[in-house]
């Protein structure tokens, strides 16, 4: 590793190397290295996370990059079991940025703090040299407050049962579309939603959630692999079970992509014990935003820190952490 490429913003397995040989090698401590979507701090009473969002096109069908702002880091929050609370907003704009698209940007910004019981409470601006940035990049860091303990991807045990709460791959295959001018003339768009509403039903209704972890960069097969190695368990799952729409299917058979790698930025992948499976399965299916949820697999001893594929055909094979960069700037 001797320069930084575009794979190293991949969330696979570049991007891992990176993280793990460069910040976490700096900044270790037992809080970073659980490797959450959020660190567990103050006594386990509080969720702290940060994101930075530089998505193109930064409007797409679905959202925006200010609502994909609010819901990334909500969402991160809500990973943990916690209720969005408090959120900083910086914000570095290109100089001629038209003031009626930041306009949008920030009512779609407002409008997802709404769903979240979230507000802004510190902020800071910077306006660059044209050229400098590419139109407007925004970070957003939240606090938010437990609301179910013990949440983790460090604890998934075998015989678990791994869900997914919608079908999967829409925000990468919408984000490719719009980049590259492609009409289906169909109603695809980002799946991007915040996902506190679904956590919190599922906390009220006494479900014990063992693990909980947003399918952004390097989608669903990516958070699997972080899984299997955190737990030192495998992670099987059957092909026939992963929901992927249509659309999502099309842009992979002509593209070569792979839906499980494709980010997603309104959809979960959950662990849960067996004996609530069902239970957890019927309350996501009462909410539109997770309508679609599917048990995919479940946490086995088989090859312990592998991710298994189950296929169509009755063979197995392993499914891998991407690697290469699929698609840059996709969040």
């Not at 930084?4 to 190397?17: F, K």
């Not at 386990?44 to 940060?50: I, K, P, V």
């Not at 992963?242 to 999502?248: F, G, Y």
């Not at 312990?304 to 009755?314: I, Y």
Request: aromatic share 6%.
């Amino acid at each position: 590793m001797k320069t930084i490429t575009l794979a190293h913003g991949n969330g696979g397995q570049e991007n891992n190397e990176l993280i793990s040989k460069i910040f976490y090698k700096a900044f270790e401590n037992e809080i970073l290295a659980k490797s959450e979507d959020a660190a567990i701090i103050q006594d386990g009473t509080l969720a702290f996370s940060t994101d930075s969002f530089t998505v193109s096109p930064i409007e797409f069908p679905g959202a925006d990059i200010g609502k994909l702002a609010v819901c990334g880091t909500c969402n991160d929050l809500a990973m943990m079991g916690a209720k969005p609370k408090y959120l900083t907003c910086s914000v570095i704009i290109e100089e001629g940025f038209e003031v009626e698209t930041l306009k949008r940007i920030v009512a779609s910004m407002k409008k997802e703090l709404e769903v979240n019981g979230a507000i802004v409470v510190s902020g800071d601006t910077k306006v660059v040299p044209r050229g400098s940035v590419d139109k407007i990049f925004i970070n957003t860091t939240g606090i938010g407050q437990i609301q179910q303990k013990g949440i983790s991807s460090n604890n998934i045990q075998e015989e678990d049962m791994i869900l997914v709460s919608n079908s999967i791959g829409k925000h990468g295959a919408t984000i490719f579309a719009s980049r590259e001018g492609i009409d289906f003339s169909t109603s695809l768009k980002s799946d991007c939603a915040s996902l506190w509403p679904v956590v919190k039903k599922l906390i009220d209704s006494g479900i014990k959630i063992r693990a909980l972890r947003d399918a952004t960069r390097g989608g669903v097969s990516a958070v699997l692999n972080e899984w299997a190695k955190q737990s030192n368990i495998c992670i099987e799952i059957e092909e026939e079970k992963i929901p992927v729409c249509d659309e999502v299917n099309g842009i992979c058979e002509l593209l070569g992509f792979e839906a499980l790698s494709l980010a997603n930025e309104g959809t979960f992948v959950m662990a849960i014990s067996k004996d609530e499976v069902q239970k957890a399965l019927k309350v996501l299916k009462e909410i539109d935003t997770s309508k679609e949820a599917q048990i995919i697999g479940k946490a086995s001893t088989l090859h312990r820190e592998k991710v298994v594929l189950n296929t169509a055909w009755g063979t197995q094979r392993f499914i891998d952490l991407p690697t290469g960069e699929l698609l840059p700037r996709i969040c």
